[in-house]
């Protein structure tokens, strides 16, 4: 099964990889890390599933 973090990134084609970030960091009332798929070249974040159900949200 491909996961988001097979994808390349939108923003340049890069290598996604699986990282973790404080919720503060993103400004949002979370109860622990957030997973978050980083660009290994750009540095750009993208945000999968995983991350908006821990956040609360629903994806969309």
Do not use: F
């Amino acid at each position: 099964m491909t996961t988001e973090y097979d994808l390349p990134c939108a923003d340049c084609d890069g290598p996604l990889a699986r990282e973790t970030i404080p919720p503060e960091e993103l400004d949002v009332d979370a109860t622990g890390p957030v997973p978050v798929a980083t660009c290994k070249r750009c540095g750009s974040r993208h945000y999968p599933d995983e991350a908006l159900e821990v956040i609360g949200q629903e994806a969309s």
